[in-house]
């Protein structure tokens, strides 16, 4: 357990029981597969963030309710069917250390148990009965949606733009990380001024996090990363170190970059490694990063200052700082 999550260990500890409770299903493969998602574990940060913002608005003392809970269990099951259905689309084999549900029960299952979380999700808001909850969490699975059939839209094209990019990144990514403090925000009773903050706050780690996750496509290694590493490159995705190296190296470094990009091309990516270390686009991504989480963090005096609010800047700060 990460430093940031023992502020709220008992709040975490309930809410992954409470994901348990909410996989039941009369069909056994749900279950089988629902499972073995929440024991392959991850850094849950998105349910982490909703248990963060409700705990430094006070929420949890003065609700005995403690549908933050809820909200927390919606958000990761939001983001455990994006992982199944991406999965599928990536055709990818190793996640967190451990094989795909797809590589274990094939496609079609992992799809389906995608679309059950989906439905679980949305049963568990109606059950918390607030409007602009569920207004904003509808609005994020669409937005969600849509960038990653941008970014399936995207894939082997070498002229996507660095503006396309950072549009996928804030669909498929940011936007669930926003939606987690939003919503936590609005069930508390924050201001007008705290939810925006707070809003603000969320995408900026997400869009961060993205980035870095991004760079340890071409710096990490897979025992750390728990994924292979150069799965970008083999699925021909044209992430922000390659959009910088193609557009400020060579000529021939950037057409190695096109031709590796258009044929998802793993096996040259000791090749793409040292042009993307040579041009500074990883140096330039990790700047990109380090200015989403000083604006991330310049929304935290909005807040107040206890042990909750210096948490969510502890995990603004992993989510630079992070090797996995």
Known sequence: MLPFHAVVKDDFSAVNQLIVEQLHSDVGLVENIG?????AGGKRLRPLMVLLTANALGYPQTNKAKQHLDLAAII??????????DDVVDMSSLRRGRPTANAEWGNAPSVLVGDFLYSRAFQMMVNIGNMDVMAILSNTTNIIAEGEVQQL???KDPNVSEANYFTVIDKKTAVLFAAACEVAAVHCGATPEQREALRIYGHKVGIAFQLVDDALDYTGDAATLGKNVGDDLAEGKPTLP???AMRTGTQAQADLIATTIRNGDASQLSAILEIVQATGAMEYTLECAREQVRLALEQLQYLPDNIYTQAMRQV???SLARSY
């Open 316 to 318: 603004a700060e992993f």
């Open 35 to 39: 499972h073995y998602l929440v024991e």
């Open 76 to 85: 990761e099951f939001i983001h455990t069917a994006t992982l199944l259905h």
């Open 153 to 155: 839209v995207n894939a």
């Open 242 to 244: 390659l959009i910088y």
